[in-house]
Protein backbone atom coordinates (compact mmCIF):
# COMPACT_ATOMS: atom_id res chain seq x y z
CA UNK A 1 0.00 0.00 0.00
CA UNK A 2 1.29 3.50 -1.15
CA UNK A 3 1.69 6.06 1.61
CA UNK A 4 -0.58 8.61 -0.31
CA UNK A 5 -3.31 6.09 -0.15
CA UNK A 6 -3.40 5.92 4.10
CA UNK A 7 -2.98 10.33 4.01
CA UNK A 8 -5.87 10.07 1.51
CA UNK A 9 -7.86 9.93 4.20
CA UNK A 10 -7.60 11.68 7.54
CA UNK A 11 -4.08 11.02 7.99
CA UNK A 12 -4.22 8.81 10.88
CA UNK A 13 -0.64 7.50 11.32
CA UNK A 14 -0.32 9.91 14.27
CA UNK A 15 -2.36 7.78 16.00
CA UNK A 16 -0.70 4.42 15.20
CA UNK A 17 2.81 5.68 15.88
CA UNK A 18 1.91 6.93 19.71
CA UNK A 19 1.27 3.64 20.79
CA UNK A 20 4.97 2.68 20.65
CA UNK A 21 5.16 5.44 23.38
CA UNK A 22 3.02 2.73 25.75
CA UNK A 23 0.95 5.43 27.23
CA UNK A 24 -2.35 3.94 27.95
CA UNK A 25 -4.45 7.26 26.54
CA UNK A 26 -3.53 6.83 22.76
CA UNK A 27 -4.56 3.47 22.84
CA UNK A 28 -7.70 3.97 24.51
CA UNK A 29 -8.75 6.56 21.74
CA UNK A 30 -7.33 4.02 18.69
CA UNK A 31 -9.45 1.10 20.77
CA UNK A 32 -12.74 3.37 20.44
CA UNK A 33 -12.29 4.04 16.49
CA UNK A 34 -11.97 0.36 16.19
CA UNK A 35 -15.28 -0.38 18.22
CA UNK A 36 -17.17 2.59 16.57
CA UNK A 37 -16.50 1.51 13.22
CA UNK A 38 -14.29 4.62 12.68
CA UNK A 39 -13.42 5.41 8.70
CA UNK A 40 -10.18 6.55 9.20
CA UNK A 41 -9.00 2.99 10.99
CA UNK A 42 -9.46 1.38 7.52
CA UNK A 43 -6.91 2.80 5.85
CA UNK A 44 -4.33 2.56 8.97
CA UNK A 45 -4.85 -1.04 9.07
CA UNK A 46 -1.49 -2.45 7.23
CA UNK A 47 0.42 0.38 9.20
CA UNK A 48 -1.12 -0.94 12.60
CA UNK A 49 -0.37 -4.56 11.55
CA UNK A 50 3.54 -3.51 10.56
CA UNK A 51 4.03 -2.17 13.72
CA UNK A 52 2.74 -5.36 15.64
CA UNK A 53 5.64 -7.00 17.85
CA UNK A 54 4.55 -10.34 17.31
CA UNK A 55 2.32 -10.96 20.43
CA UNK A 56 0.95 -14.04 21.47
CA UNK A 57 -2.76 -14.16 20.88
CA UNK A 58 -4.73 -16.11 23.13
CA UNK A 59 -8.41 -17.23 23.46
CA UNK A 60 -10.43 -18.12 26.30
CA UNK A 61 -13.49 -19.26 26.41
CA UNK A 62 -15.85 -21.25 28.58
CA UNK A 63 -19.67 -21.15 29.67
CA UNK A 64 -20.45 -18.93 32.55
CA UNK A 65 -19.92 -20.54 35.89
CA UNK A 66 -16.57 -22.43 34.70
CA UNK A 67 -14.73 -19.68 36.85
CA UNK A 68 -13.38 -18.26 33.67
CA UNK A 69 -12.69 -14.67 34.77
CA UNK A 70 -11.66 -15.70 38.17
CA UNK A 71 -9.06 -17.92 36.36
CA UNK A 72 -7.83 -14.93 33.53
CA UNK A 73 -7.49 -12.90 37.04
CA UNK A 74 -5.14 -15.60 38.09
CA UNK A 75 -3.34 -16.36 34.72
CA UNK A 76 -2.90 -12.70 34.45
CA UNK A 77 -0.82 -12.09 38.23
CA UNK A 78 1.25 -14.86 36.92
CA UNK A 79 2.20 -13.23 34.09
CA UNK A 80 3.06 -10.28 35.50
CA UNK A 81 5.30 -12.30 37.56
CA UNK A 82 7.02 -13.11 34.78
CA UNK A 83 7.55 -9.85 33.79
CA UNK A 84 4.63 -9.58 30.86
CA UNK A 85 2.51 -6.76 29.76
CA UNK A 86 -1.06 -8.17 29.70
CA UNK A 87 -3.78 -7.11 27.41
CA UNK A 88 -7.26 -8.31 27.34
CA UNK A 89 -9.86 -7.88 25.29
CA UNK A 90 -12.98 -9.02 26.86
CA UNK A 91 -16.23 -9.75 24.44
CA UNK A 92 -19.66 -9.33 25.17
CA UNK A 93 -22.19 -11.71 23.27
CA UNK A 94 -24.83 -10.45 21.49
CA UNK A 95 -27.87 -12.60 23.74
CA UNK A 96 -29.94 -10.34 25.34
CA UNK A 97 -30.36 -13.55 27.99
CA UNK A 98 -26.48 -13.95 29.54
CA UNK A 99 -25.47 -9.86 29.82
CA UNK A 100 -26.08 -10.20 33.36
CA UNK A 101 -23.78 -12.70 34.15
CA UNK A 102 -20.67 -11.53 32.04
CA UNK A 103 -21.64 -7.35 33.82
CA UNK A 104 -20.86 -9.66 36.88
CA UNK A 105 -17.74 -10.66 35.36
CA UNK A 106 -16.20 -7.72 34.29
CA UNK A 107 -16.81 -6.06 37.83
CA UNK A 108 -13.89 -8.73 39.26
CA UNK A 109 -11.56 -8.07 36.64
CA UNK A 110 -10.87 -4.88 38.35
CA UNK A 111 -8.59 -6.42 40.95
CA UNK A 112 -5.80 -5.47 38.17
CA UNK A 113 -7.71 -1.90 37.40
CA UNK A 114 -4.58 0.03 39.22
CA UNK A 115 -1.58 -2.14 37.29
CA UNK A 116 -0.62 0.22 34.40
CA UNK A 117 0.79 -2.90 32.75
CA UNK A 118 -2.36 -4.46 32.81
CA UNK A 119 -5.08 -3.50 29.95
CA UNK A 120 -8.06 -4.24 30.14
CA UNK A 121 -11.33 -3.62 27.76
CA UNK A 122 -14.30 -4.60 27.00
CA UNK A 123 -15.72 -4.67 23.59
CA UNK A 124 -19.14 -4.50 23.27
CA UNK A 125 -21.21 -6.36 20.49
CA UNK A 126 -23.27 -4.87 17.64
CA UNK A 127 -25.23 -8.16 16.92
CA UNK A 128 -23.73 -8.46 13.28
CA UNK A 129 -22.80 -11.86 11.78
CA UNK A 130 -19.07 -11.35 12.50
CA UNK A 131 -18.78 -8.05 13.13
CA UNK A 132 -17.50 -8.70 16.76
CA UNK A 133 -15.02 -10.66 15.16
CA UNK A 134 -13.22 -7.97 12.69
CA UNK A 135 -13.57 -5.46 15.37
CA UNK A 136 -11.58 -8.00 18.17
CA UNK A 137 -8.58 -8.72 16.10
CA UNK A 138 -8.10 -5.34 14.95
CA UNK A 139 -8.19 -4.10 18.85
CA UNK A 140 -5.93 -7.37 19.37
CA UNK A 141 -3.63 -5.28 16.45
CA UNK A 142 -3.88 -2.55 18.32
CA UNK A 143 -2.48 -4.10 22.11
CA UNK A 144 0.02 -5.74 20.38
CA UNK A 145 1.39 -2.54 18.45
CA UNK A 146 0.87 -0.66 21.72
CA UNK A 147 3.30 -4.14 23.31
CA UNK A 148 1.30 -6.03 25.22
CA UNK A 149 2.04 -9.44 25.02
CA UNK A 150 0.18 -12.27 25.55
CA UNK A 151 -3.06 -10.11 24.09
CA UNK A 152 -6.20 -12.08 25.56
CA UNK A 153 -9.84 -13.03 24.12
CA UNK A 154 -12.05 -13.71 26.76
CA UNK A 155 -15.63 -14.65 25.34
CA UNK A 156 -17.88 -16.15 26.88
CA UNK A 157 -19.91 -19.46 25.80
CA UNK A 158 -21.10 -21.38 22.73
CA UNK A 159 -22.34 -19.47 20.83
CA UNK A 160 -21.86 -18.73 17.03
CA UNK A 161 -19.48 -15.58 17.64
CA UNK A 162 -17.60 -16.85 20.66
CA UNK A 163 -16.54 -20.03 18.55
CA UNK A 164 -15.65 -17.76 15.56
CA UNK A 165 -13.62 -15.25 17.63
CA UNK A 166 -11.50 -18.51 19.33
CA UNK A 167 -10.48 -19.39 15.89
CA UNK A 168 -9.02 -16.37 15.29
CA UNK A 169 -6.39 -17.02 18.23
CA UNK A 170 -3.09 -18.56 18.14
CA UNK A 171 -3.87 -20.61 21.37
CA UNK A 172 -7.38 -21.09 22.37
CA UNK A 173 -8.10 -22.57 25.88
CA UNK A 174 -11.28 -23.68 27.06
CA UNK A 175 -12.57 -23.52 30.18
CA UNK A 176 -14.32 -26.56 31.61
CA UNK A 177 -16.03 -27.93 35.41
CA UNK A 178 -15.82 -30.89 36.64
CA UNK A 179 -19.66 -31.76 36.55
CA UNK A 180 -20.76 -33.10 32.95
CA UNK A 181 -23.74 -34.61 31.94
CA UNK A 182 -24.04 -36.54 29.25
CA UNK A 183 -26.23 -33.80 27.69
CA UNK A 184 -23.84 -30.96 28.63
CA UNK A 185 -20.82 -32.71 27.25
CA UNK A 186 -22.79 -33.03 23.66
CA UNK A 187 -23.53 -29.30 24.15
CA UNK A 188 -19.60 -28.20 25.03
CA UNK A 189 -18.37 -30.44 21.35
CA UNK A 190 -18.41 -27.07 19.42
CA UNK A 191 -16.24 -25.91 22.11
CA UNK A 192 -13.80 -28.50 22.09
CA UNK A 193 -13.22 -28.82 18.70
CA UNK A 194 -11.63 -25.30 18.64
CA UNK A 195 -9.66 -25.86 21.85
CA UNK A 196 -5.94 -26.05 22.07
CA UNK A 197 -5.67 -26.66 25.59
CA UNK A 198 -8.96 -27.77 28.30
CA UNK A 199 -8.64 -26.36 31.88
CA UNK A 200 -10.85 -28.24 33.53
CA UNK A 201 -11.27 -25.69 36.78
CA UNK A 202 -13.06 -25.59 40.39
CA UNK A 203 -10.00 -28.42 40.92
CA UNK A 204 -11.03 -28.90 44.08
CA UNK A 205 -14.51 -30.17 43.65
CA UNK A 206 -14.44 -33.94 44.10
CA UNK A 207 -14.68 -35.73 40.61
CA UNK A 208 -12.29 -32.97 38.95
CA UNK A 209 -9.66 -35.55 38.15
CA UNK A 210 -12.11 -38.01 36.96
CA UNK A 211 -13.92 -35.33 34.36
CA UNK A 212 -10.14 -34.50 33.03
CA UNK A 213 -9.52 -38.27 32.80
CA UNK A 214 -12.82 -38.70 30.95
CA UNK A 215 -12.18 -35.85 28.62
CA UNK A 216 -9.10 -37.14 27.84
CA UNK A 217 -10.17 -40.31 26.48
CA UNK A 218 -12.99 -38.55 24.58
CA UNK A 219 -10.47 -36.31 23.34
CA UNK A 220 -8.07 -39.10 22.53
CA UNK A 221 -10.89 -41.70 20.72
CA UNK A 222 -12.37 -38.81 18.91
CA UNK A 223 -11.45 -39.71 14.87
CA UNK A 224 -11.55 -36.81 12.20
CA UNK A 225 -8.35 -35.18 13.88
CA UNK A 226 -5.80 -37.66 13.20
CA UNK A 227 -3.35 -35.19 11.80
CA UNK A 228 -3.23 -33.56 15.21
CA UNK A 229 -2.65 -33.85 18.57
CA UNK A 230 -5.27 -34.41 21.21
CA UNK A 231 -5.23 -31.16 23.44
CA UNK A 232 -3.82 -31.23 26.88
CA UNK A 233 -6.35 -31.20 29.76
CA UNK A 234 -5.18 -29.52 32.10
CA UNK A 235 -7.04 -29.38 36.00
CA UNK A 236 -6.93 -25.75 38.06
CA UNK A 237 -8.64 -24.16 40.89
CA UNK A 238 -8.69 -20.31 40.19
CA UNK A 239 -9.58 -19.37 43.73
CA UNK A 240 -6.35 -20.86 44.86
CA UNK A 241 -4.15 -20.76 41.77
CA UNK A 242 -3.84 -23.99 41.71
CA UNK A 243 -2.44 -25.54 38.62
CA UNK A 244 -2.17 -21.88 37.24
CA UNK A 245 1.65 -21.93 36.45
CA UNK A 246 1.33 -25.16 34.93
CA UNK A 247 -1.43 -23.52 32.60
CA UNK A 248 0.67 -20.60 31.87
CA UNK A 249 3.30 -22.73 30.95
CA UNK A 250 1.10 -24.62 28.76
CA UNK A 251 0.01 -21.33 26.80
CA UNK A 252 3.58 -20.33 26.19
CA UNK A 253 4.17 -24.12 25.35
CA UNK A 254 1.50 -23.92 22.24
CA UNK A 255 3.16 -20.51 21.11
CA UNK A 256 5.75 -21.92 18.86
CA UNK A 257 3.33 -24.68 17.71
CA UNK A 258 0.67 -22.06 16.58
CA UNK A 259 3.25 -20.80 14.52
CA UNK A 260 3.88 -23.67 12.47
CA UNK A 261 3.49 -22.37 8.35
CA UNK A 262 0.41 -24.80 8.68
CA UNK A 263 -1.15 -23.29 11.75
CA UNK A 264 -0.47 -20.12 10.32
CA UNK A 265 -1.88 -20.76 7.16
CA UNK A 266 -5.21 -22.14 8.38
CA UNK A 267 -5.54 -19.36 10.75
CA UNK A 268 -5.00 -16.62 8.28
CA UNK A 269 -7.41 -18.56 6.09
CA UNK A 270 -10.07 -18.34 8.40
CA UNK A 271 -9.29 -14.53 8.87
CA UNK A 272 -8.83 -13.98 5.47
CA UNK A 273 -12.56 -15.95 4.93
CA UNK A 274 -14.16 -13.70 8.25
CA UNK A 275 -12.99 -10.86 6.39
CA UNK A 276 -14.18 -11.24 2.83
CA UNK A 277 -17.79 -12.45 4.14
CA UNK A 278 -17.72 -8.59 6.72
CA UNK A 279 -16.62 -6.72 3.45
CA UNK A 280 -19.02 -8.72 0.80
CA UNK A 281 -21.83 -7.83 3.31
CA UNK A 282 -21.19 -4.04 4.23
CA UNK A 283 -20.74 -3.27 0.35
CA UNK A 284 -23.82 -5.39 -0.75
CA UNK A 285 -25.86 -3.71 2.14
CA UNK A 286 -24.85 -0.22 1.15
CA UNK A 287 -25.48 -0.92 -2.59
CA UNK A 288 -28.36 1.00 -4.40
CA UNK A 289 -30.09 -2.28 -5.29
CA UNK A 290 -30.07 -3.91 -2.13
CA UNK A 291 -33.91 -3.43 -0.90
CA UNK A 292 -35.29 -4.55 -3.99
CA UNK A 293 -33.15 -6.92 -3.90
CA UNK A 294 -34.01 -8.49 -0.56
CA UNK A 295 -37.34 -7.76 -1.72
CA UNK A 296 -37.95 -10.03 -4.68
CA UNK A 297 -35.81 -13.13 -2.49
CA UNK A 298 -38.69 -12.18 1.06
CA UNK A 299 -41.61 -12.43 -2.24
CA UNK A 300 -39.47 -15.97 -3.82
CA UNK A 301 -39.58 -14.40 -6.85
CA UNK A 302 -35.41 -14.50 -6.37
CA UNK A 303 -33.31 -17.16 -5.16
CA UNK A 304 -30.85 -16.25 -2.57
CA UNK A 305 -27.74 -17.68 -4.13
CA UNK A 306 -28.51 -15.91 -7.77
CA UNK A 307 -29.01 -12.58 -5.71
CA UNK A 308 -26.03 -12.90 -3.84
CA UNK A 309 -24.24 -13.17 -6.96
CA UNK A 310 -25.64 -10.43 -9.01
CA UNK A 311 -24.96 -8.17 -5.86
CA UNK A 312 -21.30 -9.36 -5.66
CA UNK A 313 -20.72 -8.83 -9.39
CA UNK A 314 -21.87 -5.03 -8.46
CA UNK A 315 -19.73 -4.29 -5.48
CA UNK A 316 -16.69 -6.36 -6.14
CA UNK B 1 -32.61 -15.06 -16.49
CA UNK B 2 -32.55 -16.09 -19.92
CA UNK B 3 -33.29 -19.61 -20.86
CA UNK B 4 -30.08 -20.06 -22.74
CA UNK B 5 -27.95 -19.13 -19.81
CA UNK B 6 -29.52 -22.20 -18.30
CA UNK B 7 -29.03 -24.25 -21.37
CA UNK B 8 -25.76 -23.44 -21.61
CA UNK B 9 -25.10 -25.76 -19.15
CA UNK B 10 -25.58 -29.92 -19.11
CA UNK B 11 -29.73 -28.50 -19.92
CA UNK B 12 -30.94 -29.65 -16.57
CA UNK B 13 -34.76 -28.15 -16.81
CA UNK B 14 -35.57 -32.28 -16.90
CA UNK B 15 -34.72 -32.72 -13.50
CA UNK B 16 -37.14 -29.95 -12.16
CA UNK B 17 -40.21 -30.50 -14.37
CA UNK B 18 -39.57 -34.22 -13.30
CA UNK B 19 -40.03 -33.24 -9.53
CA UNK B 20 -43.84 -31.72 -9.87
CA UNK B 21 -44.32 -35.90 -10.81
CA UNK B 22 -44.26 -36.92 -7.68
CA UNK B 23 -41.95 -39.68 -7.69
CA UNK B 24 -38.96 -39.96 -5.00
CA UNK B 25 -36.84 -41.36 -7.85
CA UNK B 26 -35.83 -37.61 -9.50
CA UNK B 27 -35.97 -35.76 -6.09
CA UNK B 28 -33.49 -38.28 -4.62
CA UNK B 29 -31.27 -37.84 -7.89
CA UNK B 30 -31.22 -33.88 -7.34
CA UNK B 31 -30.39 -34.00 -3.69
CA UNK B 32 -27.34 -36.08 -4.50
CA UNK B 33 -26.27 -33.38 -6.85
CA UNK B 34 -27.23 -30.85 -4.43
CA UNK B 35 -25.13 -31.59 -1.87
CA UNK B 36 -22.63 -33.14 -4.20
CA UNK B 37 -22.24 -29.29 -5.08
CA UNK B 38 -22.91 -30.49 -9.01
CA UNK B 39 -22.11 -27.44 -11.03
CA UNK B 40 -25.26 -27.81 -12.92
CA UNK B 41 -27.61 -27.19 -10.12
CA UNK B 42 -26.35 -23.70 -9.75
CA UNK B 43 -28.03 -22.15 -13.37
CA UNK B 44 -31.08 -24.58 -11.93
CA UNK B 45 -31.50 -22.20 -9.21
CA UNK B 46 -34.24 -19.50 -10.07
CA UNK B 47 -36.49 -22.38 -12.00
CA UNK B 48 -36.29 -24.40 -8.86
CA UNK B 49 -37.41 -21.54 -6.42
CA UNK B 50 -40.07 -20.77 -9.25
CA UNK B 51 -40.95 -23.95 -8.57
CA UNK B 52 -41.82 -23.74 -5.26
CA UNK B 53 -45.37 -24.18 -3.92
CA UNK B 54 -44.86 -22.69 -0.50
CA UNK B 55 -43.83 -25.12 1.97
CA UNK B 56 -44.19 -23.52 5.36
CA UNK B 57 -39.87 -24.54 5.90
CA UNK B 58 -39.72 -25.37 10.07
CA UNK B 59 -36.25 -25.51 11.57
CA UNK B 60 -36.11 -27.62 14.82
CA UNK B 61 -33.22 -27.56 16.89
CA UNK B 62 -31.80 -28.91 20.78
CA UNK B 63 -29.48 -30.55 22.34
CA UNK B 64 -28.77 -34.98 21.86
CA UNK B 65 -30.95 -36.64 24.58
CA UNK B 66 -33.42 -34.06 24.74
CA UNK B 67 -35.71 -36.30 22.25
CA UNK B 68 -35.51 -34.33 19.59
CA UNK B 69 -36.19 -37.18 17.08
CA UNK B 70 -38.57 -38.69 19.12
CA UNK B 71 -40.04 -35.56 18.92
CA UNK B 72 -39.71 -35.42 15.23
CA UNK B 73 -41.47 -38.86 14.51
CA UNK B 74 -44.73 -37.67 17.06
CA UNK B 75 -45.10 -34.73 15.25
CA UNK B 76 -44.85 -36.55 11.61
CA UNK B 77 -47.29 -38.67 12.74
CA UNK B 78 -49.21 -35.60 13.67
CA UNK B 79 -49.10 -34.12 10.05
CA UNK B 80 -50.02 -37.29 8.53
CA UNK B 81 -53.12 -37.50 9.85
CA UNK B 82 -53.56 -33.91 8.70
CA UNK B 83 -52.82 -35.11 5.41
CA UNK B 84 -49.65 -33.25 5.03
CA UNK B 85 -46.67 -34.95 3.20
CA UNK B 86 -43.85 -34.31 5.26
CA UNK B 87 -40.01 -33.82 4.18
CA UNK B 88 -37.30 -33.73 6.52
CA UNK B 89 -33.63 -32.91 6.40
CA UNK B 90 -31.43 -33.92 9.09
CA UNK B 91 -28.61 -31.96 8.90
CA UNK B 92 -25.51 -33.64 11.08
CA UNK B 93 -23.03 -31.45 12.54
CA UNK B 94 -19.27 -31.02 11.42
CA UNK B 95 -18.37 -32.19 15.25
CA UNK B 96 -16.36 -35.74 15.15
CA UNK B 97 -17.26 -35.89 18.66
CA UNK B 98 -20.87 -35.95 18.69
CA UNK B 99 -21.32 -38.17 15.59
CA UNK B 100 -22.11 -41.23 17.29
CA UNK B 101 -25.24 -39.51 19.09
CA UNK B 102 -26.73 -38.38 15.65
CA UNK B 103 -26.35 -41.29 13.87
CA UNK B 104 -28.52 -43.05 16.57
CA UNK B 105 -31.00 -40.42 16.18
CA UNK B 106 -31.04 -41.44 12.71
CA UNK B 107 -32.53 -45.45 13.16
CA UNK B 108 -35.12 -44.08 15.08
CA UNK B 109 -36.40 -42.38 12.01
CA UNK B 110 -36.89 -45.41 10.38
CA UNK B 111 -40.03 -45.58 11.82
CA UNK B 112 -41.74 -43.80 8.90
CA UNK B 113 -39.59 -45.00 5.93
CA UNK B 114 -42.23 -47.21 4.32
CA UNK B 115 -44.52 -43.97 3.96
CA UNK B 116 -44.71 -42.49 0.18
CA UNK B 117 -45.01 -39.42 1.92
CA UNK B 118 -42.52 -38.79 3.87
CA UNK B 119 -39.25 -38.11 2.23
CA UNK B 120 -36.28 -38.19 4.88
CA UNK B 121 -32.66 -36.94 4.15
CA UNK B 122 -29.49 -36.75 5.93
CA UNK B 123 -27.75 -33.89 4.62
CA UNK B 124 -23.72 -34.15 5.47
CA UNK B 125 -21.49 -31.53 6.90
CA UNK B 126 -18.40 -30.48 4.45
CA UNK B 127 -17.13 -29.14 7.46
CA UNK B 128 -17.00 -25.63 5.51
CA UNK B 129 -18.06 -22.54 7.26
CA UNK B 130 -21.74 -21.99 6.06
CA UNK B 131 -21.31 -24.59 3.11
CA UNK B 132 -24.02 -26.92 5.01
CA UNK B 133 -26.43 -23.82 5.61
CA UNK B 134 -26.42 -22.68 1.55
CA UNK B 135 -27.17 -26.91 0.72
CA UNK B 136 -29.07 -27.23 3.06
CA UNK B 137 -32.00 -23.98 2.15
CA UNK B 138 -31.15 -25.53 -1.38
CA UNK B 139 -32.50 -28.34 -0.46
CA UNK B 140 -35.50 -27.26 1.03
CA UNK B 141 -36.46 -25.60 -1.73
CA UNK B 142 -36.28 -28.82 -4.10
CA UNK B 143 -38.41 -31.00 -1.18
CA UNK B 144 -41.13 -27.75 -1.75
CA UNK B 145 -41.29 -28.70 -5.42
CA UNK B 146 -41.64 -32.11 -5.11
CA UNK B 147 -45.00 -30.91 -3.10
CA UNK B 148 -43.80 -31.83 0.51
CA UNK B 149 -45.32 -29.31 3.09
CA UNK B 150 -43.76 -28.58 5.71
CA UNK B 151 -40.12 -29.41 5.51
CA UNK B 152 -38.73 -29.73 8.86
CA UNK B 153 -34.50 -28.97 8.81
CA UNK B 154 -33.92 -30.84 12.44
CA UNK B 155 -29.85 -29.99 13.23
CA UNK B 156 -28.39 -31.07 16.68
CA UNK B 157 -26.35 -28.86 18.95
CA UNK B 158 -25.44 -25.58 19.81
CA UNK B 159 -22.89 -24.67 17.20
CA UNK B 160 -22.60 -22.48 14.91
CA UNK B 161 -23.87 -24.09 11.59
CA UNK B 162 -26.79 -25.07 13.73
CA UNK B 163 -27.42 -21.77 14.81
CA UNK B 164 -27.46 -20.71 11.35
CA UNK B 165 -29.29 -23.03 9.55
CA UNK B 166 -32.24 -22.34 12.17
CA UNK B 167 -32.02 -19.11 11.60
CA UNK B 168 -33.17 -19.75 7.91
CA UNK B 169 -36.11 -21.46 8.63
CA UNK B 170 -39.73 -19.67 8.60
CA UNK B 171 -40.40 -21.24 12.19
CA UNK B 172 -38.02 -22.36 14.80
CA UNK B 173 -38.52 -24.92 17.18
CA UNK B 174 -35.95 -24.99 20.04
CA UNK B 175 -36.43 -28.80 22.11
CA UNK B 176 -35.19 -28.69 25.62
CA UNK B 177 -35.15 -30.79 28.64
CA UNK B 178 -36.56 -30.42 32.10
CA UNK B 179 -33.54 -30.56 34.48
CA UNK B 180 -31.96 -27.04 34.12
CA UNK B 181 -28.71 -25.87 36.17
CA UNK B 182 -27.66 -22.26 35.44
CA UNK B 183 -24.81 -23.76 33.49
CA UNK B 184 -26.85 -25.30 31.23
CA UNK B 185 -29.32 -22.38 30.95
CA UNK B 186 -26.56 -20.32 30.02
CA UNK B 187 -25.43 -22.08 27.29
CA UNK B 188 -28.43 -22.72 25.79
CA UNK B 189 -29.07 -18.75 25.57
CA UNK B 190 -27.84 -18.74 22.03
CA UNK B 191 -30.46 -21.22 21.03
CA UNK B 192 -33.21 -19.26 23.02
CA UNK B 193 -33.07 -16.24 20.89
CA UNK B 194 -33.33 -17.99 17.55
CA UNK B 195 -36.58 -19.56 19.25
CA UNK B 196 -40.10 -18.80 17.84
CA UNK B 197 -41.57 -21.86 19.71
CA UNK B 198 -40.18 -23.72 22.66
CA UNK B 199 -40.96 -27.16 23.49
CA UNK B 200 -39.83 -28.62 26.76
CA UNK B 201 -39.84 -32.38 26.67
CA UNK B 202 -39.84 -35.43 28.36
CA UNK B 203 -42.93 -33.69 29.84
CA UNK B 204 -43.57 -36.80 32.01
CA UNK B 205 -40.18 -35.91 34.01
CA UNK B 206 -40.72 -33.88 37.68
CA UNK B 207 -40.22 -30.71 37.37
CA UNK B 208 -40.91 -30.26 33.66
CA UNK B 209 -43.63 -27.44 34.06
CA UNK B 210 -41.48 -25.69 36.92
CA UNK B 211 -38.90 -25.47 34.06
CA UNK B 212 -41.23 -24.15 31.74
CA UNK B 213 -43.00 -21.29 34.00
CA UNK B 214 -39.14 -20.75 34.16
CA UNK B 215 -38.70 -20.42 30.82
CA UNK B 216 -41.34 -18.04 30.27
CA UNK B 217 -40.86 -15.75 33.10
CA UNK B 218 -37.04 -15.55 31.46
CA UNK B 219 -38.10 -14.71 28.05
CA UNK B 220 -40.69 -12.33 29.76
CA UNK B 221 -37.96 -10.02 31.03
CA UNK B 222 -35.44 -10.53 28.77
CA UNK B 223 -34.79 -7.03 27.32
CA UNK B 224 -33.49 -6.77 23.67
CA UNK B 225 -36.05 -7.75 22.00
CA UNK B 226 -38.97 -5.45 22.81
CA UNK B 227 -40.58 -5.56 19.50
CA UNK B 228 -41.11 -9.56 19.44
CA UNK B 229 -43.53 -11.17 21.71
CA UNK B 230 -41.33 -13.96 23.78
CA UNK B 231 -42.00 -17.22 22.25
CA UNK B 232 -44.74 -19.52 23.55
CA UNK B 233 -43.30 -22.38 25.46
CA UNK B 234 -45.08 -25.57 25.15
CA UNK B 235 -44.73 -28.85 26.98
CA UNK B 236 -44.63 -32.00 25.26
CA UNK B 237 -44.30 -35.88 25.80
CA UNK B 238 -42.87 -37.09 22.80
CA UNK B 239 -42.85 -40.85 23.85
CA UNK B 240 -46.54 -40.72 24.69
CA UNK B 241 -47.35 -37.98 22.51
CA UNK B 242 -48.57 -36.00 24.77
CA UNK B 243 -48.40 -32.19 23.95
CA UNK B 244 -47.54 -32.78 20.36
CA UNK B 245 -51.28 -32.12 19.04
CA UNK B 246 -50.93 -28.35 20.48
CA UNK B 247 -47.26 -28.87 19.15
CA UNK B 248 -48.16 -29.10 15.45
CA UNK B 249 -50.88 -26.22 16.19
CA UNK B 250 -48.21 -23.89 17.62
CA UNK B 251 -45.97 -24.44 14.70
CA UNK B 252 -48.66 -24.25 11.72
CA UNK B 253 -50.14 -20.94 13.33
CA UNK B 254 -46.56 -19.05 13.26
CA UNK B 255 -46.48 -19.99 9.88
CA UNK B 256 -48.60 -16.60 8.84
CA UNK B 257 -46.54 -14.34 11.61
CA UNK B 258 -43.16 -15.71 9.58
CA UNK B 259 -44.98 -14.18 6.50
CA UNK B 260 -44.94 -10.97 7.75
CA UNK B 261 -42.98 -8.82 5.22
CA UNK B 262 -40.74 -7.82 8.30
CA UNK B 263 -39.83 -11.30 9.40
CA UNK B 264 -39.91 -12.03 6.04
CA UNK B 265 -37.56 -9.50 4.81
CA UNK B 266 -35.28 -10.24 7.63
CA UNK B 267 -34.74 -13.92 6.78
CA UNK B 268 -34.53 -12.90 3.01
CA UNK B 269 -31.60 -10.34 4.26
CA UNK B 270 -29.96 -13.18 6.20
CA UNK B 271 -30.22 -15.69 3.61
CA UNK B 272 -28.46 -13.17 0.91
CA UNK B 273 -25.38 -12.12 3.82
CA UNK B 274 -24.89 -16.25 3.90
CA UNK B 275 -24.81 -17.05 0.19
CA UNK B 276 -22.69 -13.45 -0.42
CA UNK B 277 -20.34 -14.82 2.54
CA UNK B 278 -20.16 -18.81 0.95
CA UNK B 279 -19.67 -16.90 -2.97
CA UNK B 280 -16.60 -14.80 -1.89
CA UNK B 281 -15.32 -17.29 -0.28
CA UNK B 282 -15.74 -19.93 -3.24
CA UNK B 283 -13.91 -17.24 -5.77
CA UNK B 284 -11.11 -15.74 -3.34
CA UNK B 285 -10.17 -18.96 -2.88
CA UNK B 286 -9.91 -20.01 -6.82
CA UNK B 287 -8.29 -16.68 -7.32
CA UNK B 288 -4.49 -17.25 -9.14
CA UNK B 289 -3.64 -14.80 -5.91
CA UNK B 290 -5.37 -17.21 -2.86
CA UNK B 291 -2.29 -19.04 -1.50
CA UNK B 292 -0.05 -15.61 -1.81
CA UNK B 293 -2.32 -13.74 -0.74
CA UNK B 294 -3.17 -16.03 2.57
CA UNK B 295 0.65 -16.71 3.27
CA UNK B 296 1.65 -13.16 3.89
CA UNK B 297 -1.07 -12.68 5.60
CA UNK B 298 0.29 -15.85 8.08
CA UNK B 299 3.66 -14.23 7.89
CA UNK B 300 1.92 -10.55 9.28
CA UNK B 301 2.70 -8.88 6.21
CA UNK B 302 -0.40 -8.15 4.84
CA UNK B 303 -3.14 -7.27 7.33
CA UNK B 304 -6.54 -9.48 6.64
CA UNK B 305 -8.82 -6.64 6.07
CA UNK B 306 -6.78 -5.50 3.15
CA UNK B 307 -6.26 -8.57 1.91
CA UNK B 308 -10.10 -9.47 1.66
CA UNK B 309 -10.53 -6.03 0.09
CA UNK B 310 -8.00 -7.23 -2.65
CA UNK B 311 -9.28 -10.52 -3.19
CA UNK B 312 -12.68 -8.92 -3.27
CA UNK B 313 -11.78 -6.20 -5.63
CA UNK B 314 -10.10 -9.21 -8.27
CA UNK B 315 -13.00 -11.49 -7.91
CA UNK B 316 -16.50 -9.42 -7.76
Excluded at 4 to 27: F, H, K, W
Excluded at 303 to 309: G, Q, R, S
Aim: charged share 25%.
Amino acid sequence: MSPQSVCAVDTPEPMIGELASGERRPLARLLTRIENGDPSVRPALPELFAAGRGAHVVGITGPPGSGKSTLVNALITEWRKRGRRVGILAVDPSSPYTRGAILGDRIRMMEHAADRDVFMRSMASRGELGGVAATTWIAAAALDAAGYDPVLIETVGAGQSEVEIARLAETTVVVEVPEMGDEVQAIKAGLLEVADIIAVNKGDRPGADRAARQLRAMLSTAGGRVERKPPPVMVTTATTADGVVALADAIDAHRSQARTPVEAGERAANQVRRALADLAATRAMADATWDRTIRAVADRALDPMTAAERLLDGVG
